[in-house]
């Protein structure tokens, strides 16, 4: 099987690779909401990082202490208190709202990365990247339907967890530039576990082994679900690789369908189309103007192309 594999081109293999991570969220969104119906979400936060370090440590020390060293601690920190925060919003939109709907307003994380590069970088965001982010908010609108008595207060969570998810996303992109992998997944799991022991604390009760199977399970979830992201981006360009990503989506629907008996409500279609649409807008544009940016950085002579170019940013 394993020849047979190697054989294909990489776009199969980039697109088997896609297709497993989109299948891991979707599980671990399921497994989360089946921990949470027995413990509370902040403590289901604790025990998802506190098994991510024992996952990670012995990587680290294969790997030798040397690769943790760093300067940026003060960067890490605020990674990890914006990660734990992203989590424990996200885990109770696990366990309190719809499947299909947490899964669908968490896509506005790229929406909101631009307005913090934006607010807080100080980036050019031009006309396009601006009525694609419009686009996605009418497709929260559609949604969660605010004003109406439709509206669930509950569906405010995803929203708030992808915010904290861009946040940390944009320290990301600053330390993946001087720091390796390992110093980057180790320092985030041996920061969020203290954090997120302490509103763990609060609300305390001793697992079941069902539980913590759940949540051990759920941890190397993640992290295979993370070397199949890095391995789909080795073989394929990120435009090819998005689209997978949301497929989650249809995946998660229908486990919840099969599982809980969730009927997605009929606005998550339209909101849907327009949030994943807008997104998929934003992130492909962001990798359009980095790779002309780095068109410019290495010839300077093909400065006026990436110039016309970003004129519509």
């Not at 497929?247 to 998660?252: A, D, K, Q, V």
Request: net charge positive; charged share 15%; proline share 5%.
């Amino acid at each position: 099987m394993k020849a047979w594999f190697d054989r294909q081109p990489d776009t199969v293999k980039a697109s088997f690779y896609a297709l497993c991570a989109a299948i891991l969220a979707a599980c671990f969104t399921l497994t989360i909401r089946f921990a949470t119906a027995e413990i509370h979400p902040y403590q289901a936060v604790f025990l998802r990082f506190f098994f991510g370090v024992v996952l990670i440590a012995p990587i680290v020390l294969r790997k030798g202490l040397a690769e943790l060293k760093t300067k940026r601690l003060p960067l890490f920190g605020l990674r990890g208190v914006l990660s734990a925060s992203e989590m424990c919003l996200w885990f109770m939109a696990v366990l309190y709202l719809p499947l299909a709907e947490a899964t669908t307003l968490n896509f506005t994380v790229p929406l909101f990365g631009t307005i913090l590069a934006a607010v807080v970088l100080r980036e050019t965001v031009r006309a396009h990247r601006w009525i694609a982010v419009v686009v996605g908010f009418v497709g929260v609108g559609l949604i969660i339907q605010p004003g109406s008595d439709a509206m669930h207060p509950a569906s405010l969570l995803p929203i708030a967890a992808a915010i904290c998810m861009a946040g940390a996303g944009m320290i990301t992109k600053q330390l993946v530039a001087t720091e390796s992998t390992t110093s980057l997944l180790f320092y985030l799991m041996i920061m969020t576990t203290p954090i997120s022991l302490i509103p763990a604390l609060f609300v305390w009760q001793t697992p079941s082994l069902d539980a913590l199977g759940l949540m051990a399970v759920a941890a190397l979830m993640m992290n295979v679900m993370q070397v199949c992201n890095v391995k789909a981006l080795q073989l394929a360009d990120y435009s090819f690789f998005v689209g997978f990503s949301y497929l989650r989506l249809p995946i998660i629907a229908l486990l919840a369908l099969i599982a809980f008996g969730e009927v997605p409500d009929i606005w998550i279609l339209p909101g849907g189309v327009m949030i994943i649409g807008a997104a998929i807008y934003v992130a492909l544009r962001e990798r359009k103007l980095a790779a002309s940016n780095t068109t410019t950085a290495q010839d300077p002579q093909a400065a006026t192309i990436p110039e016309r170019e970003t004129k519509d940013r």
